[in-house]
């Protein structure tokens, strides 16, 4: 694999699709959860929450795949995207610090995910400009 400064990673509960790209080439990893989230249900009089706790290897997965990145672009449909932040703000630090943004985008294809990304780095991508003089 290439190495690319930028990095997008689409995540739900199930999985995280990530690109390390620059202007013109990609390259995309998938990381799957081991124990996918599913659906409690509450029932009065129980302690507890009713939700399933986080998968914090799959975290750990995610954040090892971006963690050579310059910059990353967190994406997804709902809360696993802030749950990989608090993750990597817990265990990674250093990392939190090359994450540029978190942004809620529901199932795009990789196809719109890439150009999504790449216009929000627009300005990285762009060539130095050179003096007319």
Same mark, same amino acid.
């Given at each position: 694999m290439a190495?690319?400064?930028h990095a997008v990673v689409w995540i739900d509960h199930r999985e995280a699709r990530i690109f390390h790209f620059n202007a013109a080439e990609?390259?995309?990893?998938?990381?799957?959860?081991?124990?996918p989230a599913s659906h409690l249900h509450h029932k009065a009089g129980v302690i507890g929450s009713g939700h399933a706790p986080e998968d914090?290897?799959?975290?750990?997965? =995610?954040?090892?795949?971006? %963690?050579? #990145?310059? =910059?990353?672009?967190?994406? %997804?449909? #709902?809360?696993?995207?802030?749950?990989?932040l608090k993750h990597i703000e817990r265990c990674a630090p250093e990392l939190r610090t090359r994450i540029a943004a978190v942004e809620t985008v529901d199932h795009p294809s990789d196809g719109k995910l890439l150009d999504h990304a790449r216009r929000y780095f627009w300005a990285d991508h762009q060539a130095p400009k050179r003096s007319t003089r």
């Open positions: 190495a690319h400064y990609s390259d995309r990893i998938s990381v799957h959860a081991d124990r914090q290897e799959f975290f750990e997965r =995610i954040a090892a795949a971006i %963690g050579d #990145a310059g =910059i990353v672009l967190i994406t %997804g449909p #709902a809360n696993a995207k802030t749950e990989l």
